[in-house]
C-alpha cells in the first residue's frame, strides 16, 4: 500500500508563516494508479460556463413535444391538418358582403358578415331567423315567388340575405304594413321602419318558407321577398 504525503497549509491564524497551525494530511491510496486521476482532475472556469460555450441546449422533451421525435413526419401531419381546417372553414362557413338596402336597419349595405352551414343540421330553420338563400338566374334555383325585381341576378353563386317570417303549411299576407299569418298579426320587434305593404295571402307548400327584408319602407314591387325551398337555405347569418 503506498502513502501519499501531501502537505496542505491550512492555518487558522492571520499569519501565513506561523507553523504552529500547520497540519499534515495524509491521504492513503491503495492503488497509486488512482492518484494521477485524483490529481489530473481539471478546474473548470464559473465564469466560462456561464458565459461561454453558447447559447444552451433545448431540452430533449421539448424538441418532442414541438416537433415530435420525427420532424418530417410531424410536417407532414402538419399541412394534413392545415388542408383539414381550410376544408373544414369553407364547408360551414360563408362569407357575404351585403349589396342593398333591403335589410336595413339591420345589416348595412356594404357591410360584411358570416353564414353559418351547420346552423340548420339538427333542426329547421326558426321563423325570425336571417337566413342565406341560394340564387341563381337558372329556373332550378329561383325560388318560388321570389319577386320579379330579382330577375337581375343573374350570377350562379348569388346569395339572398333575408329573413323568415312564413314557415311550411302557414299562409301569409300583409295588411296596412302588418304581416299576418293564418290570420294572426306577427310580432316582429326587428322592424323599425314604417311599412305600409298590403298583400293578398299566399299559402306555403311542405317545404317552403317565406322570406322577406327588413326595410319595407320601399315600395313592395322593388323588394325581393316571397317563397324559398328549404333546399335553397344555406345556413344561418352570424356576426
Known sequence: ??????????????SVTDRRYNRIIQIQLREWRFAPKL?????????????????????????????????????????????????????????????GISMLPTYQDGSKHFVNRLAYIWHEPQRG???GIRFSG??????????????????????????????????????NGKVLIDGEVLDEPYEKLPCDWTLPPEKLGPNEYFVVGDNRSMPAENHTMGKARRD???GKAIL
Request: aromatic residues 4%; charged residues 15%; proline residues 7%.
Open 129 to 131: 331567423d336571417v337566413v
Open 138 to 175: 337558372g329556373l332550378t334555383n329561383v325560388p318560388t315567388g321570389i319577386h320579379l325585381a330579382a330577375n337581375w341576378l343573374e350570377q350562379p353563386h348569388l346569395i339572398l340575405l333575408k329573413r323568415i317570417i312564413g314557415r311550411p303549411g302557414e299562409t301569409i299576407a300583409f295588411l
Open 39 to 99: 490529481l489530473s482532475v481539471p478546474v473548470q472556469n464559473p465564469v466560462q460556463s456561464l458565459n461561454g460555450g453558447g447559447a444552451p441546449r433545448v431540452p430533449r422533451w421539448l424538441r418532442i413535444l414541438v416537433i415530435g421525435r420525427n420532424p418530417k413526419v410531424t410536417l407532414i401531419r402538419a399541412v394534413i391538418l392545415g388542408a383539414l381546417c381550410v376544408v373544414g372553414y369553407k364547408a360551414s362557413v360563408l362569407h357575404i358582403r351585403v349589396d
Open 1 to 14: 500500500m503506498t502513502v501519499l504525503r501531501l502537505t496542505v497549509s491550512a492555518g487558522l491564524s492571520t
Open 232 to 234: 335553397q337555405i344555406l
